[in-house]
């Protein structure tokens, strides 16, 4: 049989048979890795985001960082007094119902409100000569604003011709008491030589604390508000406290402490020898003032 004369045919190869199931793995791939990419995405933009944030708070806190935040003072209860009850108030304008029963007001929620031209003054005139060893103010910028202080000068002499500035102060954002800085008046003693304070209840110490601190002696205390928050015309002042060393409460201590001393003389005198006799007393005329009134 003669040999074919048809040509060679190309041999095709046969195509693999596709299941949808391969299309399936490799969408979910696709789709985990698209997921896991958007994530990390999200993840940088909330960490930018945060510290955007976390920047910009800490420029506001710094923007708002006041020279003179509202404090407390140590504990005083036995070691201060609060005179502001000795002397007589006066202030320079007032607007009706806002004068200075408002302002020695034990409620913050009242407040002096001035009504003329700066600068506007308080003035605390002493009947005696005082030693003031604390001074603080209220003040309240969320509540009065515009009408807040920001620049307070305090002055105190014997009387009103002979003043003599002792402390400035300027303000941000103030609210609270805040205390008013006595640099001016002198510098901080420093503990005696043998001052033991471990020994010592928290009532000395403080007592020890204030009377190491500076003096101010004074017969007339005045404070000058300068300016005002915005430039505002009229200020709010909602307290004003001056503290001075209690005298009576000293000598209370010190009493004790020689009635204390001397219960321990007595003591070792009794295990010694007993009590000594004590000599009779010489019999005394009765004066005349303490007589019967004679009515005539």
């Known amino acids: 049989m003669p040999p074919s004369t048809r040509p060679n045919a190309q041999l095709t190869p046969i195509p693999q048979t596709l299941h949808s199931s391969d299309f399936e793995v490799q969408s979910d791939e ?9 994530l990390e995405e999200d993840e940088e933009e909330l960490d930018d985001a945060a510290m955007e944030d976390l920047e910009a708070e800490e420029e506001d806190d710094e923007q708002d960082t006041d020279p003179h935040p509202a404090t407390t003072l140590p504990p005083h209860s036995s070691a201060l007094r609060e005179i502001s009850n000795l002397a007589s108030w006066t202030v320079s304008t007032s607007k009706p119902g806002c004068g200075v029963s408002a302002l020695r ?34 003040l309240d910028f969320e509540a009065d604003e515009s009408y807040t202080p920001t620049r307070i000068q305090f002055y105190a002499g014997f ?37 033991e304070e471990e020994f010592v209840d928290d009532e000395e110490k403080a007592r020890r604390y204030w009377e ?85």
């Not at 696709?30 to 958007?38: F, M, P, Q, R, S």
């Not at 929620?109 to 003054?121: A, K, L």
């Not at 002696?217 to 909602?238: A, I």
Request: charged share 30%; glycine share 8%; net charge neutral.
């Open 30 to 38: 696709d789709a985990l890795v698209t997921e896991a990419h958007e």
């Open 105 to 138: 007001n034990p409620s913050t929620n009242q407040f002096w409100q001035s009504d003329g031209p700066q600068p506007h003054t308080i003035s605390l005139h002493f009947f005696k000569l005082v030693h003031i060893v604390a001074l603080r103010i209220y």
């Open 159 to 195: 009387g009103p011709h002979d003043l003599i500035d002792w402390a400035e102060m300027r303000f941000e954002q103030p609210k609270g008491w805040i205390d008013v800085d006595f640099e001016g008046v002198g510098d901080v003693k420093e503990p005696a030589e043998g001052e």
């Open 212 to 296: 190491r601190r500076p003096s101010l002696r004074c017969f007339l205390l005045q404070v000058r508000v300068l300016e005002n928050h915005q430039n505002g015309k009229d200020t709010h002042v909602r307290g004003l406290q001056v503290y001075a060393m209690d005298k009576k409460e000293r000598s209370k201590r010190t009493e004790g402490k020689a009635v204390e001393k001397v219960k321990v003389q007595t003591s070792a005198g009794a295990e010694k020898g007993g009590r000594k006799k004590r000599k009779p007393l010489v019999d005394l005329e009765e004066p005349a003032w303490l007589a019967e009134p004679v009515f005539r």
